[in-house]
């Protein structure tokens, strides 16, 4: 059985004092003993510090990018061996709003991939529809080349420690969430692509799905079969929100 994953990406928001208040209202409430894994990926700023709040609890903390490259003349970039030296487990890789505001090609996120693995970091691949893409019928087409260009440079064996995020980009930060039944079918799609290559792989794979994942639609989209959790945006930043989406995912099954 594949275990949940909640994933709360903060993108550019917070504080000091507002992590630290989120935090521990989420440690205060999140039980140890459900059988999901909770993670927050705070900016890079914040990381250190959440990591210190969270301590060996069970939320894990991630970063929201990471750079392709090893170390060296790269100004103002993060490399993998630096997260994980101040203790992140992820990595999100190839997150819409990188791809859209900062161009990121399928080409670099398939080497940030690599080098997230390279340090045992697990990397989140990103993975989505434009409303244009969708509605012109390149659903699959999009997120078949998106995800081919990470297999293509890294193997099909590099997806066992990995997570993949369907995140189709019309239901991000939108509010319009893709239903039930659109998320399941491109998530069996993603399944069936990874499974092809190695059917172990495939079913063991853990695929999340992101968009406008909120407390009131998070259970419906959690029973989807091929939908093992969130990675939630907006949501995430409110405790009783993001509580309540981890709750939904510990009582799937
Ligand atoms: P929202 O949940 O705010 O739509 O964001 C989704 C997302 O991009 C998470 O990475």
Redesign the pocket.
Known sequence: MRRPLVAG?WKMNGSRAANAALLAELELRVKPQWPIDIAVFPPFVYLAEARRALEDGPIAVGAQDVCAEASGAFTGEVSAAMLQDIGCRAALVG??ERRHWYHEDDALVARKFAAALSVGLMPVL?LGETLDERESGKTEAVVGRQLDAVLALNGIERFVTAVIAY?PVW???TGRTASPDQAQAVHAFIRRRIAEQNANIGGQLRILY????KAGNAADLFAMPDVDGG?????SLSADEFYEICAAAAARH
């Open positions: 990406n997150h819409s990103c995140e239901a991000i930060g992101g968009g406008s994942v990675l939630v945006g907006g949501a």
